[in-house]
């Protein structure tokens, strides 16, 4: 299995490159990086075009449709793939290699598995996806819908709560970054 860590937003929210911003010394993706490669075979990085990230060479995959998001990110790392990958987001500190691997031993025989907040709410940014969901993700992205709830609406679904995982309601495992305060409170938080 694959994981595909998502890099290709913009970061309008926080006013500056976030996957750039660094914690305990290294970048928000250096660490997502790391932390992924240690525990699965193959790590790519869904970026938007060439020019975003250069220094991780070959480790990164394009959207072969710009502009649509997370969809056309996993949509691309499956493509690279050829095989079942794990989806996370680059700006999740707490994204667990060790939950991944969890989460997708739950799967069975669905298409996807995603974690569900505690409020029942699909996080499809922390998620395993079979290549099955490729021609609906094709689908999808054609007609310019760029939506992942579209896409787990339309497949065979496994959802799994946090209690599932050993998890917690206050769990950090699902947090990101999007915005400077978010930011400014968990380096607080680390003492960093």
């Known amino acids: 299995m694959t994981v595909v860590i998502l890099a290709g937003g913009q970061s309008r929210r926080m006013g500056r490159d976030k996957l750039r911003l660094t914690l305990e010394g290294e970048t928000l993706l250096a660490r997502a990086v790391r932390r992924y490669s240690e525990a699965f075979p193959r790590v790519l990085v869904s970026v938007a075009g060439p020019e975003k990230f250069p220094e991780l060479g070959d480790r990164r995959v394009f959207d072969r449709y710009p502009g649509a998001g997370p969809l056309a990110g996993l949509h691309a790392g499956l493509l690279e793939a050829g095989e ?79 209690p599932e995982l050993g998890e917690g309601p206050d769990s950090p495992l699902l947090r990101n970054l999007n915005v400077p305060e978010d930011y400014e409170k968990l380096r607080l938080e680390l003492g960093s």
Do not use: H, I, N
């Open 84 to 162: 079942a990958v794990f989806l996370t987001g680059a700006d999740m500190p707490f994204s667990s290699p060790e939950k991944a691997l969890a989460l997708t031993a739950l799967c069975g025989e669905a298409d996807a598995c995603v974690l569900t907040d505690t409020d029942g709410r699909w996080e499809p940014l922390f998620g395993y996806y079979r290549p099955s969901v490729l021609p609906k993700a094709e689908e999808l992205l054609s007609s310019g819908r760029r939506s992942m709830g579209a896409l787990l609406a339309s497949v065979g679904l496994r959802e799994v709560s946090l």
